[in-house]
């Protein structure tokens, strides 16, 4: 009774090694489950990380940047009379910040883009050629002809959809027309001096890209703009950023918006990825608690005369319970080793190729995802997978670990 009591941990592991040895191919049979469904588990989280970062850096670094500062309403009206008058004050926010590796000033708005007979609407965004190589990507899609020249005033590039609708070839003289902030309809004649291509079919189809000095002229806008486009150093810097923003510029009739916060499509995808990600974890919980409980029940069943001798002799239930759940918490860490560690190498084994799905490359290219998907592992999946996984695993052990806690030594000993 008094040695019971002492027992000591090394005795409890001892004891449940022992207990998982005693039926090897029960126990290789549970390990090997287990191991196929966290090695499952993590190559698709992995998957489902690797297909959201790339969706992320795309929609961020075509168009978008990490965070946008209008005047207060443009995002939804995209009216030129809702504009910055003086982003000078802005501007000096943004200087010397760490948290900020570009921003580029823009004039966005609505307008009509005509070719001979042909003509289409479009969205004519002006920027800053140099600054906008600082925040997106949006360059290194050129298809045809050269970016921007700093300078120039009447250069024009286009979408690439743009372009084939309205039959626009390089050189082409190109009317654009659209509408100043007192709503008096303007146009002028540009010269196509390259078409994008950035993959993005919304962008493709709708860009008209000119020298934003160009644009103030011409809308007689002097210094104003309607967007000011900031890209963070990372990604974690979006929110911060954000909240520093609202805090130095409230009050003053602007608003600041983060990525997520300016295309509500890109948004309810990244919900509805946190969703699959959760109904696969609950797959994942569901089998483990499955597997762990039936092989526990079944060893409970077996030991039946060993526990109630264990009681008899003086072991306390307590520590009966506490052996049989030292048995599961040991079974799933081993077995969430090995399966993490056989996930961890089909992630490594696909990390340069990744899984070629071009097939689908159109559907792709609309939600922002290349057709490639490089998988990816993070801290936190890895986090997630084995502490879920961990939980599961006491969840199941607690029952068996009760129940035998109830046995009753006569009715145990009775076929002894």
Known sequence: MSNAKRLSLTAYLSLALRNLLRNPRRTGITLATMIFGIATLTLLSALNDGWLEQMRDNFILSFTGHVQIHASGFESSQNLNDHIKAPGKIILLLQDSPEIQGWTQRIRTSGLVSLGGSSAGVQIMATDPEQETWVTHMHRGLKQGRWLNPGTSHDLLLGITVAQNIGAEIGDRIVLMAQRPNGEMVSEIFFLRGILETGAPQIDRTLALIPLNAAQAWFEMGESVTDIVIRASS???????????????????????????????????LEFSDAYGLIIILVVVALVLTEILNTMLISLHERQKELGIMIAIGTRK???????????????????????????????????????????????????????????????????????????????????????????????????
């Open 235 to 269: 990604h974690e810097n979006t929110a911060g950023l954000q909240h520093h923003f609202n805090q130095e510029l409230r009050g003053d009739g602007y608003e600041i918006l983060a990525w997520q916060d300016l295309d509500p499509m890109v948004r309810q995808w």
């Open 318 to 416: 307590s520590q009966i319970f506490f052996m049989l759940l030292i048995e599961a918490v040991m079974l799933i860490l081993l077995g969430g080793a090995l399966g993490y560690g056989v996930g961890g190498l089909l992630v490594l084994h696909l990390s340069d190729g990744g899984i070629d799905l071009s097939y689908f490359a159109n559907a792709f290219k609309f939600f922002y995802m290349d057709p490639v998907i490089l998988p990816l592992l993070t801290l936190d999946s890895a986090t997630r997978i084995l502490g879920t996984t961990l939980v599961a695993a006491l969840i199941a052990g607690l029952y068996p670990a009760w129940r035998a806690t109830k046995i009753e030594i006569s009715q145990s000993l009775r076929t002894f």
